[in-house]
């Protein structure tokens, strides 16, 4: 019944790989975000989706690629992993632009 | 750019005592969110503010927003283990919202004794 679900929960893996974060919110809402939360739990928007189309792409190294393949998904690939991506990333969504956020659980990334 | 300060950076209560968490923007704050992050978890959505002077309440938790609208402040009554975690007060970049989602404070650690 998870209103927004993000897998994997934990992913621990080796510098320069490729891994991504898969994100689903079944509340029928149109827009989606991805949030990333730092080690000082410093939480800043990286995207923002409405109706699948990216809306906000903040100052994020292009090796960051979210992917909306219907409005339900909002999946997040990251390619050469660095150890600098070590945080926590939270995908979240909203009815629509300006309406109330609702979070996922995050997803702890660690690179080593 | 709306930079939020939160205060205090930590607290510890001794269980069964009250406490007040507080937001402070330079700017004014369109739609004034609170949340909470239990530690290892997510952000669980507490109240949303909008209007000066208003007020609002769920179980022990109190949010307020000032009439200038650049404060905010979470009052928890009679405070238990459960309210255990990391508050995090975000705001709308501007009126109306925007697709930018929020932006956030750098959170209070809370810490219940007991």
């Known amino acids: 019944d998870t209103a927004v679900s993000q897998t994997p929960k934990y992913l621990v893996t080796q510098m320069g790989n490729d891994k991504s974060i898969k994100c689903e919110q079944n509340?029928?809402?149109?827009?989606m975000y991805w949030y990333k939360q730092d080690s000082k739990k410093f939480l800043k928007i990286m995207f923002s989706y409405n109706n699948k189309e990216l809306i906000i792409n903040e100052t994020v190294p292009n090796r960051f690629s979210p992917k909306s393949p219907d409005k339900a998904h909002l999946n997040l690939h990251i390619n050469s992993l660095e150890l600098g991506d070590s945080a926590v990333y939270f995908c979240?969504?909203?009815?629509?632009?300006?309406?109330?956020?609702?979070f996922g659980e995050g997803s702890w990334l660690t690179v080593v | 750019s709306q930079e939020l300060e939160q205060s205090p950076q930590s607290l510890i209560v001794q269980e069964g005592k009250n406490l007040t968490i507080n937001c402070t923007s330079s700017k004014t704050l369109y739609g004034l969110y609170w949340y909470k992050q239990k530690y290892g978890e997510g952000l669980i959505f507490l109240m949303m503010?909008?209007?000066?002077?208003e007020e609002k309440s769920h179980e022990k938790i109190t949010a307020k927003l000032d009439e200038k609208k650049q404060q905010s402040s979470l009052h928890i009554t009679a405070s238990q283990p459960s309210h255990a975690g990391i508050y995090l007060c975000?705001?709308?970049?501007?009126?109306?919202?925007?697709?930018?989602?929020?932006?956030f404070g750098k959170g209070t650690h809370l810490i219940i004794q007991p």
């Open positions: 509340l029928g809402h149109d827009t």
């Open positions: 975000g705001a709308d970049r501007k009126s109306g919202g925007g697709a930018d989602g929020l932006t």
């Open positions: 503010l909008q209007k000066g002077g």
């Open positions: 979240a969504s909203s009815l629509t632009i300006g309406n109330t956020i609702y």
